[in-house]
C-alpha cells in the first residue's frame, strides 16, 4: 500500500510568460522521515516551477499520487506487510484502507425516461437499488469471485467481494471494479495508492458538523487545537448516525479468513445494523 506516514512541504514562486508570478506549494511523502519528505517536496517543487513558467497549467490528476492522510491505525497482515491502514480523509472521516480486501464504492444507475412513461400506466416504478443489485447478483454468477456483500450507504452502494483476495493495481481489479459500476476516480484512486477504500464514519455535513479546519498535517498549534475541538464536535454529531447498511448477500457467502476481521471491523464501524439514519 502507497500509504505515507510523513509529509512535508516546501514553498516557493514561479514567474509566469505573461510576466506575473504566483506562489506555489509542493508536498513530498516519506516512509522514512519529514526531513525525507520535505526533500521529495523540493523535487516537486522544481518540477511544477518548471511546468508553469512554461506556461503550462494544471496539476496532478485525482488518484495520480498518495492522498495525504492522518494514519490513525495499522492491522498487520501476512507475511506480505499491512492487511489495513485506518487513515483520516481530507474532511475528517475514518477510511478503512486494505490490501486485498476489495470494496467498491458503486454509483446506482441513472435515471431512465421510461420509468417515469410506466408510472403513468400504472406500472410499478423499477428501484435502482433493486436493479444494480440483480446487475451484481448476475456478476457474482459469471464472474470468477462468488460471495459478496452489498451496502447501502447514503448515496449509493459499497460492495465487498468477501471470498479472494486481489492486487488493487491489478488489471483485473481495475476490470471488476469498472463492472461493478464504480467511479473512474475511484479506481484511479485505488490503483495509486495500491490499496481498496471504505469510509468508516459519516460525512460530518450530513450530520450537521461541518467540515474540519485545516488540513493534515496541521503544523500550527492553533490550527491543531482548533482542528480537536472540531474532532470532538464531530464525534458527537456522528453518533447518532451510521454509514452503511447491509443490503444483500450475494453468492456462497464465504468468508476468506484474511478478510473475515477486515469485515468484522467494517461493520462495527460503520454501525451496520444499528438501525441508525445513514449519513
Known amino acids: 500500500m502507497e500509504i505515507p506516514r510523513f509529509w512535508g512541504k516546501q514553498v516557493g514562486r514561479a514567474d509566469l510568460p505573461d510576466g506575473h508570478w504566483m506562489q506555489l506549494t509542493a508536498w513530498g511523502w516519506s516512509q522514512e522521515s519529514v526531513a525525507d ?22 496539476w496532478y490528476a485525482y488518484g495520480s499520487r498518495p492522498v495525504r492522510e492522518e494514519i490513525l491505525r ?14 483520516r480523509n481530507v474532511y475528517g472521516c475514518e477510511v478503512l484502507n486494505t490490501a486485498h480486501a476489495m470494496f467498491v464504492d458503486v454509483d446506482l444507475p441513472p435515471p431512465k425516461p421510461w420509468r417515469s412513461l410506466g408510472r403513468l400506466f400504472g406500472r410499478r416504478a423499477v428501484d ?7 446487475e451484481l447478483r448476475r456478476l457474482v454468477e459469471t464472474d470468477p469471485w462468488s460471495a ?31 463492472a461493478c459500476g464504480a467511479d473512474p476516480a475511484f479506481v484511479r484512486l485505488c490503483r495509486g495508492q495500491k490499496s481498496f477504500r471504505a469510509r468508516l464514519t459519516p ?19 492553533a490550527m491543531q487545537e482548533a482542528f480537536e475541538r472540531w474532532l470532538a464536535t464531530y464525534e458527537a454529531a456522528a453518533s447518532g448516525w451510521a454509514t452503511c447498511d447491509l443490503l444483500a448477500e450475494l453468492g456462497s457467502g464465504r468468508v476468506h479468513e484474511d478478510i473475515e476481521p477486515l469485515l468484522r471491523l467494517h461493520d462495527q464501524a460503520t454501525r451496520c445494523g444499528s438501525g441508525l439514519p445513514l449519513a
Open 37 to 58: 519528505a520535505r526533500t521529495k517536496a523540493g523535487e516537486i517543487l522544481q518540477l511544477l516551477r518548471a511546468r508553469f513558467q512554461a506556461g503550462t497549467r494544471g
Open 203 to 221: 460525512k460530518p455535513w450530513r450530520c450537521g458538523a461541518g467540515r474540519p479546519p485545516g488540513r493534515h498535517p496541521r503544523e500550527d498549534p
Open 128 to 134: 435502482p437499488v433493486e436493479e444494480r443489485i440483480e
Open 74 to 87: 495499522e492491522l498487520p497482515g501476512a507475511a506480505d506487510g499491512l492487511a489495513a491502514v485506518v487513515t
Open 148 to 178: 459478496a456483500r452489498v451496502y447501502r450507504t447514503a448515496a449509493g452502494l459499497r460492495l465487498l467481494i468477501t471470498d479472494r483476495l486481489f492486487e488493487p493495481a491489478s488489471a483485473e481489479a481495475e476490470r471488476l471494479m469498472t
